[in-house]
């Protein structure tokens, strides 16, 4: 019954950042734009919250399913920007950059919430697989930091059409953008296979997993010392 409560918990999770996350990643990324000069995101109404504006259909599966996915790409006119390049990566950086606040934010809950007794009495409830409303307020809020994390460094590799791509065409010549338009279909072969690896690969040994484990790790730590500190 207790893993089937953390399993019900971790799709919730992951359900509720395909609703509530991914629409602030990607009108993150239309923000950006804006403030940099190009309004077309607004223009077609991507500066939104509303998920259904954002969702992907094999996107969302995939979030569901394995925990990585994606939304609907927003579409950016460069040219628009002051510093071509430039904006471009800082357009695509907005969006992990909106999923490490949303990994935080949960994280900071998380701590907050161990400074109340009833909290720390949670805490130590889930270590013994003991579930009630609090505890798995807990496990919930650590579910959504490790998705976050997750999405987050899945979109930083630098494979079309994920964010990471764009951030690394800021530091290569503009002949790079033609080869890459040249070969988009057998770039569009190694993100599928990447993505089937990441999926197939153990957890334990998925290079994905270990980056996300080190920073699940040092993003407790840097809020853990709130409950160590201040108690109620």
Same mark, same amino acid.
């Given at each position: 019954?207790?893993?089937?409560?953390?399993?019900?918990?971790?799709?919730? $999770?992951?359900?509720?950042?395909?609703? *509530?996350?991914?629409?602030?990643?990607?009108? $993150?990324?239309?923000?950006?734009?804006?403030?940099?000069?190009?309004?077309?995101?607004?223009?077609?109404?991507?500066?939104?919250?509303?998920?259904?504006?954002?969702?992907?259909?094999?996107?969302?599966?995939?979030?569901?399913? #394995?925990?990585? #996915?994606?939304?609907?790409?927003?579409?950016?006119?460069?040219?628009?920007?002051?510093?071509?390049?430039?904006?471009?990566?800082?357009?695509?950086?907005?969006?992990?950059?909106?999923?490490?606040? $949303?990994?935080?934010?949960?994280? *900071?809950?998380?701590?907050?919430?161990?400074?109340?007794?009833?909290?720390?009495?949670?805490?130590?409830?889930?270590?013994?697989?003991?579930?009630?409303?609090?505890?798995?307020?807990?496990?919930?809020?650590?579910?959504?930091?490790?998705?976050?994390?997750?999405?987050?460094?899945?979109?930083?590799?630098?494979? =079309?059409?994920?964010?990471?791509?764009?951030?690394?065409?800021?530091?290569? =010549?503009?002949?790079?953008?033609?080869?890459?338009?040249?070969?988009?279909?057998?770039?569009?072969?190694?993100?599928?296979?990447?993505?089937?690896?990441?999926?197939?690969?153990?957890?334990?040994?998925?290079?994905?997993?270990? $980056?996300?484990?080190? *920073?699940?790790?040092?993003?407790?730590?840097?809020?853990?010392?709130?409950?160590?500190?201040?108690?109620?």
């Amino acid at each position: 019954m207790n893993l089937d409560i953390q399993t019900f918990l971790k799709y919730f $999770a992951r359900i509720a950042t395909l609703l *509530l996350v991914l629409p602030l990643h990607e009108s $993150a990324h239309g923000l950006m734009a804006k403030w940099l000069g190009d309004d077309t995101a607004q223009r077609q109404g991507r500066i939104s919250l509303n998920p259904f504006v954002h969702l992907d259909p094999l996107g969302s599966i995939l979030m569901v399913l #394995g925990g990585f #996915g994606w939304a609907k790409p927003v579409e950016v006119n460069p040219m628009r920007f002051k510093h071509y390049r430039a904006g471009y990566a800082l357009t695509a950086l907005a969006g992990p950059v909106s999923n490490l606040l $949303a990994s935080f934010v949960s994280a *900071l809950a998380f701590a907050i919430i161990l400074c109340f007794r009833s909290g720390k009495a949670a805490f130590y409830r889930l270590l013994d697989n003991q579930y009630d409303t609090m505890s798995c307020l807990l496990l919930l809020l650590q579910f959504l930091v490790v998705v976050n994390i997750g999405l987050a460094l899945f979109n930083l590799i630098p494979v =079309p059409p994920l964010d990471g791509f764009n951030i690394l065409r800021a530091f290569t =010549p503009e002949k790079f953008d033609r080869w890459v338009y040249q070969h988009q279909r057998e770039i569009n072969y190694v993100f599928f296979t990447l993505f089937i690896l990441i999926n197939v690969i153990p957890t334990q040994y998925s290079p994905l997993a270990i $980056a996300s484990d080190y *920073l699940y790790r040092l993003m407790m730590k840097a809020v853990l010392w709130i409950p160590d500190t201040f108690s109620v």
